[in-house]
């Protein structure tokens, strides 16, 4: 069974930084392309970065780039979101997906989302 477990979020000064760490089990993440989600309240969820599975380019949303780095460790099963620079924007909460390819990362085409990780950036 294909789950999610996201950790690593918190309450956070602005331009403090955050590691966020999603523990993926029943497939094996390098063999997929994986990413970072997030919804803000109110909104809808949005695409923050993903890693291709065809030649593991990242990219990454205009509102993030330069302050945001995704990674996975294919021992650990694990992918990285190192945040950086932190604004109060980056308030959401995060979730992390996978697929086939990046168009289809997530519910309904891989997986179910997880519970998330809250991030909280505010003086």
């Known amino acids: 069974q294909v789950q999610f477990v996201e950790s690593g979020g918190g309450l956070v000064q602005p331009g403090g930084s955050l590691r966020l760490s999603c523990a993926a089990s029943?497939?094996?993440?390098?063999?997929?392309?994986t990413g970072w989600f997030r919804q803000a309240p109110g909104k809808e969820r949005e695409g923050v970065s993903c890693?291709?599975?065809?030649?593991?380019?990242?990219y990454y949303a205009d509102s993030v780039k330069g302050r945001f780095t995704i990674s996975r460790d294919g021992a650990k099963n694990t992918m990285y979101l190192q945040m950086n620079s932190l604004k109060p924007e980056d308030t959401g909460v995060y979730y992390c997906?996978?697929?086939?390819?990046?168009?289809?990362?997530?519910?309904?085409?891989?997986?179910?989302w997880g519970q998330g990780t809250q991030v909280t950036v505010s003086s």
């Open positions: 997906a996978a697929g086939d390819t990046i168009a289809t990362m997530g519910p309904p085409f891989f997986g179910s």
């Open positions: 029943g497939f094996t993440l390098d063999n997929y392309a």
């Open positions: 890693i291709s599975f065809s030649d593991g380019s990242t």
